[in-house]
């Protein structure tokens, strides 16, 4: 089955400590994406990756990491996360070939940080 | 820039009635794409009909459809014969064309349907 999956789905944590949430897609798709949603503000964009070893800045990047080491994962890094990165998080992965402009949202991760 | 208003934060429609969702967006290139995206209370991003602009003919899936007027760059979801599984929030986003393919997402409306 094509599927984005996310770990953990939800994660209470404190200020400070370091944390990573996983993304792995098995579609073969070469572009993965992070977001974040928030009340009243909808969805914006953390990062994206246009394959391998290829990343950049969305809207908001601050206090998020990401690197794309492998084609089918691409983890979303808190090095000290604090209390405004509570939130729900959100990874989404897209092909080139084919349907290129659908994107594919794992479950969500719910964080929260004390 | 790239901007979907959706002007209705929440609506509410009895079972089996059909419910209308309005979207607006802006954009200055000519390649791009619409998209509509349900999430239900479980939170998960789930995709309901996409619009490629270019195709000047309105998508249907089942008793989902829109009403996509490019000029006055408005993109309706109608949803016919309400189900009380179709309550959740409804997203309206736009995607162009380029090397991001960024989704441009509205703020959402919140639809309850009635038994």
Redesign the interface.
Known sequence: EAQVTQNPRYLITVTGKKLTVTCSQNMNHE?M?WYRQDP????R?IY?S?NVEVT?K?DVPEGYKVSRKEKRNFPLILESPSPNQTS?Y?C?S?GVAGN??????G??T?LTVL | AQTVTQSQPEMSVQEAETVTLSCTYDTSESNYYLFWYKQPPSRQMILVIRQEAYKQQNATENRFSVNFQKAAKSFSLKISDSQLGDTAMYFCALLEAGNNRKLIWGLGTSLAVNP
């Not at chain 1, 009243?40 to 969805?43: F, K």
């Not at chain 1, 290129?100 to 949202?105: A, C, E, K, R, S």
């Open positions: 572009y994406s009243g503000l909808g969805l964009q994206y246009m950049d969305g729900l959100f989404a897209w290129t402009d659908t994107q594919y949202f479950p969500g719910r």
